[in-house]
């Protein structure tokens, strides 16, 4: 059971748009730290997507963006394509476990 | 550009102990740069990722409190490199491990991982 919840699974069209959602608690997201989005494309490394809730490192297209409220945050992205097929994950941090916490990772499928 | 790459053995007995290393290359790991710090990844096959601890460049060490009683990072700054040991391993502990740099706020809290090592796959047998 991860400490932050993530749809197992989504899906969508090439050229739509899907979001995927990391729900926390007051402990972590609701408390104020911030939510960083990891892209896993199959067989390889994890990358930073988002860090900083709604920041794109060098590279990153700008279909993908990302938001904070509350307890939750979210990742959208937009202009689905083929290679966007992988694993995201959310991470941010809790101050009850004094460390990092990860989602439970979601996984994309463009139909 | 700074690189990271896990080193160590690939089998590990049950109830023996795992060491892992992370060498970091085109940067430094003792810098005094507070806002960084070295953590520790791993992703059991087929599962999602799990934070198994990290050390701050001012020294804090911090562990996923479910390991917390196994575990032990620490930094050699001479070799420019961090490690793992994880000890009574079991059948559960079978992953691949990843090594990363980690952002580090004032306040001491832990955020984004990048960049990663290419990470290194440890299997417990019996």
């Known amino acids: 059971q991860s400490v932050l919840t993530q749809p197992p699974s989504v899906s969508g069209a090439p050229g739509q748009r899907v979001i995927i959602s990391c729900t926390g608690s007051r402990s972590n997201i609701g408390a104020g730290y911030d939510v960083h989005w990891y892209q896993q494309l199959p067989g390889t490394v994890p990358k930073l997507l988002i860090y900083d809730n709604i920041n794109r490192p060098s590279g990153v297209p700008d279909r993908f963006s990302g938001s904070k409220s509350g307890s939750s945050a979210s990742l959208a992205i937009s202009g689905l394509q083929a290679d966007d097929e992988a694993d995201y994950y959310c991470q941010s941090y809790d101050t009850s476990l004094s460390g990092s916490v990860f989602g439970g990772g979601t996984k994309l499928t463009v139909l | 550009q700074l690189q990271l790459q896990e080193s160590g053995p690939g089998l590990v007995k049950s109830s023996e102990t795992l060491s892992l290393t992370c060498t970091v290359s085109?940067?430094?790991?003792?810098?005094?740069?507070?806002?960084?710090?070295w953590g520790w990844i791993r992703q059991p096959p087929g599962k999602g990722l799990e934070w198994i601890g990290s050390v701050s460049n001012s020294g804090r060490i911090s562990y996923n409190p479910s390991l917390k009683s196994r575990v032990t990072i620490s930094v050699d700054t001479s070799k420019n490199q961090f490690s793992l040991m994880l000890n009574s391993v079991t059948a559960a502990d079978t992953a691949v491990y990843y090594c990363?740099?980690?952002?580090?706020?004032?306040?001491?809290?832990?955020?984004?991982?990048?960049?990663w090592g290419q990470g290194t796959v440890v299997t417990v047998s019996s």
């Open positions: 990363a740099r980690q952002s580090v706020y004032s306040s001491g809290s832990l955020n984004w991982l990048d960049p």
């Open positions: 085109g940067g430094s790991i003792s810098s005094s740069d507070y806002y960084w710090g």
